[in-house]
């Protein structure tokens, strides 16, 4: 399947071919340049999917191919970096995923982009990023993976930071490049104390079941009272919450939205935020059976993003930042599946309920991705239209823009966990598996999925119900080019819960058998109902004055949630007033004053010393002749007496 | 040969030349009387050039070969310091040592 | 005429061509051709090196010759490269050649600058291919001389200042390296200067701790050392662009080069006992030098300060002394040599035009010049260790090699060092950020110019080199491996 290299270099070409014609070519004409060659690019990862989920199973189980590695750096003998394809079934989904969010958005943004200036560099970025993401999931070795790691990082500071002479784009961009780049160097630290021991990068050697022997060298060995394994798994962990954009990391995800709205479908809700929960689940079987007490760490650290995320996406007004902590969020959701998981035991050629947690997670990337990918396009139909991203500006569009209500509507029913939306299905599995793990976390993630149901129908009654706001221009619908996607992903949400995914993906490779567990699907959908409830009775007319009260009742949460619970201020002092005031700034002093001072100290004292000795030098004659006789007596003396 | 003058008197007779002229060299303000001076210790080296070569090497003409050139360099010396000082007199108009210090600043 | 004395040969003869042009159109021409020539030349040889590997060909040096030079004291004028060198006189020509685009339109005295610039290149070229101490040594001193009078003439700023200061620091450590050389030399008691005849005897360890420090010292002074690198943010903040270039583009691998070549070769027992001092002075380098570069205000600084950073990396990778750590210091030598360049030679078109290095009077310029903001993005996206350029190599093979040492003290000063990626991150695109991105600053700035052919071009050259380090490693990682093979087995055979 060597085919599959095209998937990679399709975008590249895109991306070089785009950046170095640049303004050689016509916006729209470099536009359907990207869009074509990502549709190849789409079409060949459907292809490379029903090939590799028709192929024959081994034993019941889901086998992995290579069909390219070449070794790229060599560090030692036996470590080196190798660039290849790695197609198994999360893989395999993700490209899938990958390359259709990425179509639409494509096609999206020939609308959406339209008339803006630097169209040719917007679609080379696309194509880099698309690039970079592919080679992300492929990855054969956790190298290959931070190279693409790295790359998906700085395409994903040029797309925030598109539009560039905006001030708050440009900070945005630095924000979350510097933020990611902090939680990459500790998942290079992981990196190195995993290979260090290991001797080895690749993900086929590390995750191999059979082959633990590479381990042993790690074995009994504890640094700062930690063992040394948890400590890489756990550095490596701290790499991917930066990405996925758990809490503290989260910071930069809000900011990010600063960017075209497009690309936040993308990059900031369907794909790179994915990564860390990816680079787990590629993992999950070092994680699960070397450091378990790191997964479990975890589920709960992501367990408190989600709860932290949702309660602050209560209170947000800009519709973007609602969404993106509603994707902080569910990516919370993601990895706690991930953290409660179990490897599964194959029995028969299927997989037992052990591996729940793990399949669950993975479903739930891919819905959500088609979920979170068609609201992120939504919102910027709306936006688009409204030129604003503030809730207060808008109201009432259901009656302009029907067709964006609609699909709007599927994916918030489909997130908030209504039957039959894929969201659903998902986070049901997610539920029931966090159940299985701990009763009260199950309890806890029940909660958040009622809080994302309630801000969900928040803000989906705010904008399409409610108090119409007034606009200078008559609202219209979006063009075609931009519901073409909407209603494309809308119909994927719609059908994607009945995907039998567990036959696709699951822990171990075999099949497993999805089968609802009517107690919990059935709680936490009439707990999510009862949320939507409440949100229309907030929200729905926009008279009600429940919210201003709830918001005065819990004044001192409010506030805090307002402002994201300080979570930034906390930052902003850390880096600002500790690092550049406290450590960069003296340290700048220090070097110009005082290794400097030294330095010109010496210079000075040789001066000074020089001066010291020039009354010597009278020019007056006699005197030096003087007092070369008297040398020369002494000379003398010395030579006779001594 | 007793009636020869020991070579002691011919030794003590340049050493007071020599530190006569070094004397005059270091005190002296006038630039004439300096290289009256210089002159001095040049020829008290001379004459010990002579002796030494007649006492302790009589088979040998080396001492006073070099006398006889030391001379003559010291005859050219004296002209080119004539020179100077003539030249430096129509500068500064003085032949006084102390008023030379340009050099230094 | 031995191959390599082509190298040293060019520029002698540009000088003199140089001496009798008459006018700046001439003496442009002069010069470009011999950078040219220059280029052709390391090319060739880089390919004819490819080709005696190929043949089977595993001496040590390769192309060597040698001749008496003064016969009394043994010193001898003895060339000869391996895959290191044979990089750095790469690296060498490609800076020489963009400096002298670069400085295409120098004021005032075009010829004289162009003949110390080439004096400057005799030097460093001579000391890239010499295999004798004193020859080498004597090209050392070749090349910083011109230094002096380059930023004292054509400098800006606070140039003569900056000019004494880094010709008297520069000159301080080419005092101890003198001492260290003959340490060397009359320690090893063998019958010529010549270095590879000086490794097959050994000098007793007692001398070695005395002259090890002096010699590392000497050279890391150049190589900015910590504590002895405050020369580098005011000689370059003064230097003209193309001196800048070449200052740390060449001249700072003079450095890091005579370390390994000379002081850790010939003195592997000391390197080994006394490495570990150096190992916190260069750690100290790497972050404190990152530390600094985040509040400065001057563009040349920032990058002086980078280099800092950078250059102790190099010389970190060195102590590490395992082959991959220390192939990561020769690429960084490489990725730092060529992406400096590219920033000096951008910041030095920037000031041109602005006729300010100040990053608070800056802003807005992508739009402006929207090629020299994309060459300076390109810059430091290398810098901070982007994966397809050169920076991620260098530094991936330092880290993973310096990691593997097996002292623990060692690894934990690998994960000082790292922290380093961040920081370097947030200089940059702090930069990138103040002056490129954001609203016009200055509205004077609006009718400025994009960059011009002379321009472009070594921005291109020098882009495209960072990118085919970045992007095929392993052509070079091969040649410096079997560069260092002998090194590190000296090293290894020391430490037991």
Redesign the interface.
């Known amino acids: 399947m060597e085919y599959t290299l095209w998937i990679l270099i399709l975008p590249l070409l895109g991306f070089l071919s785009l950046g170095l014609l640049g303004t050689r070519l016509k916006g729209k004409s470099a536009g359907y340049i990207g869009t074509a060659l990502l549709g190849l690019t789409a079409l060949l990862s459907y292809f490379t999917a029903w090939q590799y989920f028709s192929m024959d199973r081994v034993d019941g189980i889901r086998q992995a191919l290579t069909p390219v590695n070449w070794t790229w750096m060599r560090f030692t003998d036996f470590l080196h970096i190798d660039l290849g394809i790695l197609l198994d079934p999360i893989s395999v989904m993700m490209l899938v995923v990958i390359s259709t969010v990425s179509l639409m958005v494509h096609i999206y943004s020939l609308g959406y982009m339209d008339g803006e200036k630097g169209f040719q560099r917007y679609y080379a970025f696309l194509g880099l990023f698309t690039f970079s993401m592919c080679g992300l999931v492929v990855a054969t070795n956790i190298f290959q993976m931070y190279i693409f790691w790295e790359l998906v990082g700085v395409s994903s500071y040029l797309l925030i930071g598109f539009y560039y002479t905006k001030p708050e784009a440009v900070s945005a961009s630095k924000k979350a490049f510097i933020v990611t780049r902090f939680a990459d160097m500790f998942f290079l630290m992981g990196i190195l104390l995993l290979s260090y021991f290991t001797k080895t990068f690749d993900f086929g050697l590390l995750c191999d079941p059979a082959n633990q022997s590479i381990f042993a060298s790690a074995a009994g060995k504890t640094f700062l009272g930690g063992a040394v394994l948890s400590w890489a798994t756990a550095l490596i962990f701290i790499g991917a919450a930066g990405k996925s954009a758990m809490f503290p990391l989260h910071i930069w995800l809000p900011d990010a939205m600063e960017g075209p709205t497009p690309v936040s479908a993308l990059i900031h809700a369907a794909t790179m935020v994915v990564a860390g929960v990816y680079l787990v689940a590629r993992l999950f079987p070092v994680y699960f059976f070397f450091t378990p007490e790191v997964l479990h760490g975890i589920a709960y650290v992501a367990a408190f993003t989600a709860l932290y995320a949702a309660i602050v996406a209560c209170v947000q007004t800009d519709i973007k930042r609602v969404l993106a902590f509603s994707t902080i969020s569910q990516i919370g959701f993601m990895l706690v599946a991930l953290g409660v998981s179990s490897m599964g035991t194959v029995d028969n050629g299927l997989e037992s309920h052990e591996g729940l947690g793990y399949m669950a997670s993975m479903f739930h990337l891919f819905t959500h991705a088609m979920f979170k990918a068609l609201l992120f396009l939504g919102a910027g139909a709306i936006i688009h239209t409204v030129h604003s991203n503030e809730m207060s500006r808008m109201g009432g569009l259901r009656k302009q823009m029907p067709i964006t209500h609609i699909t709007f509507l599927v994916a918030c029913l489909a997130i908030a966990g209504i039957p039959p939306f894929s969201g659903f299905f998902s986070k049901d599995e997610i539920l029931t598996a966090t159940f299985m793990f701990k009763p009260w976390l199950g309890v806890v993630m029940t909660f958040i999925a009622a809080l994302t149901a309630f801000y969900m129908f928040r803000l989906y009654y705010n904008i399409f119900w409610g108090k119409p706001a007034q606009h200078e221009h008559p609202l219209h619908e979006a063009p075609k080019n931009m519901t073409g996607p909407l209603v494309f992903l809308a119909l994927v949400t719609v059908v994607a819960g009945f995907i039998p995914f567990g036959k696709f993906v699951s822990s171990t490779g075999a099949a497993y058998i999805i089968h609802l567990d009517m107690k919990v699907a059935i709680t936490s959908v009439v707990i999510a109902l009862i949320s939507i409830l409440i949100a229309w009775k907030f929200y729905c007319k926009g008279t009600s004055t429940v919210p201003a009260k709830m918001a005065g009742f819990f004044g001192p949460l409010y506030t805090a949630a307002k402002h994201r619970f300080y979570i930034d201020e906390v930052y902003q002092f850390i880096t600002h007033k500790i690092i550049f005031r406290c450590v960069s700034q003296p340290l700048a002093w220090f070097d110009r004053h005082i290794i400097d001072g030294i330095l010109n100290g010496i210079g000075w004292i040789t001066c000074r010393g020089s001066l010291a000795f020039r009354w010597m030098q009278t020019g007056q004659l006699q005197s030096y002749a003087l007092l070369i006789i008297l040398g020369a007596l002494i000379l003398l003396c010395i030579s006779l007496f001594c | 040969m007793e009636h020869i003058i020991p070579m002691e008197y011919y030794l003590v007779v340049s050493s007071i030349m020599f530190f006569a002229g070094?004397y005059g060299?270091?005190?002296?303000k006038n630039l004439i009387a300096?290289l009256i001076s210089v002159e001095l210790v040049l020829t008290s080296t001379d004459i010990n050039f002579a002796v030494f070569n007649r006492f302790l090497f009589p088979q040998h003409l080396e001492g006073m070969f070099f006398t006889l050139f030391s001379i003559g360099v010291s005859a050219a010396e004296t002209a080119v310091a004539i020179a100077i000082i003539i030249n430096i007199y129509r500068n500064i108009k003085s032949t006084e040592?102390?008023n030379?210090?340009n050099?230094?600043? | 005429m031995n191959l390599l004395s082509i190298f040293v040969a060019i520029p002698v003869l540009m000088l003199a061509g140089l001496f009798l042009s008459r006018t700046r159109q001439q003496a442009r021409i002069i010069s470009a051709t011999g950078a040219s020539l220059l280029m052709v030349a390391a090319v060739a040889l880089a390919f004819l090196f490819m080709a005696e590997r190929h043949a089977g060909n595993t001496a040590e040096m390769l192309f060597t010759a040698s001749a008496q030079w003064f016969p009394a004291w043994n010193i001898g004028y003895s060339v000869g490269v391996d895959g290191i060198s044979v990089l750095m006189i790469l690296l060498s020509a490609f800076i020489v050649f963009t400096g002298i685009f670069t400085s295409w339109n120098i004021d005032p005295l075009p010829k004289e600058y162009f003949m110390w610039f080439c004096l400057l290149s005799v030097g460093v070229f001579g000391f890239f291919i010499s295999l004798d101490l004193f020859t080498m040594f004597m090209f050392y001193e070749v090349a910083l001389i011109p230094m002096y009078l380059l930023i004292g003439v054509w400098g800006s700023g606070k140039k003569e200042y900056a000019a004494m200061k880094l010709t008297l620091m520069l000159m301080g450590g080419s005092a101890l390296l003198m001492l260290g050389i003959l340490g060397i030399y009359f320690g090893s008691g063998a019958t010529s200067m010549d270095i590879m005849d000086i490794a097959q005897s050994t000098i007793p360890t007692a001398l070695q701790k005395y002259f090890f420090p002096l010699t590392f010292i000497g050279f890391g002074v150049l190589g900015a050392l910590f504590p002895f690198h405050t020369w580098s943010p005011d000689g370059h903040a003064s230097a003209p662009t193309a001196v800048s270039m070449l200052h740390a583009g060449v001249l700072m691998k003079l450095g890091g080069y005579g370390c390994f070549r000379v002081a850790m070769f010939l003195m592997p027992e000391a390197a080994n006992e006394l490495g570990w001092i150096f190992l916190i002075l260069t750690g100290i380098s790497v972050v404190y030098g990152a530390f600094s570069a985040c509040v400065q205000k001057d563009l040349k600084y920032i990058n002086a300060y980078s280099s800092v950073s950078h250059c102790g990396l190099v010389l970190f990778a060195l102590l590490m002394m395992n082959t991959t750590a220390m192939t990561g210091a020769i690429m960084q030598m490489l990725s730092h040599g060529l992406m400096t360049a590219l920033f000096f030679a951008l910041i030095g078109m920037i000031y041109g035009r602005t006729h300010t290095r100040d990053i608070r009077e800056m802003g807005g310029l992508m739009k402006i010049m929207p090629f020299l903001g994309v060459g300076y993005v390109i810059a430091g996206l290398a810098s901070l260790g982007l994966p397809g350029l050169s920076g991620f190599v260098a530094e991936m093979n330092v880290f993973v090699g310096s990691f593997q040492h097996a002292d623990t003290f060692h690894r934990v000063l690998t994960l000082i060092a790292v922290t380093s990626i961040v920081i370097t991150a947030v200089y940059i695109l702090r930069v990138v950020g103040k002056i490129l991105y954001g609203p016009v600053q200055n509205p004077a700035h609006l009718k400025l110019t994009d960059a011009v052919w002379f321009e472009r071009l070594p921005v291109v050259v020098l882009i495209l080199a960072i990118a085919a380090i970045g992007l095929y490693p392993s052509w070079i990682a091969d040649w410096i491996h079997t560069a260092l093979e002998p090194i590190v087995s000296r090293l290894t055979l020391a430490a037991l």
Do not use: S
């Open positions: 070094i060299f270091i005190t002296r300096v040592v102390r030379l210090k050099l230094k600043d």
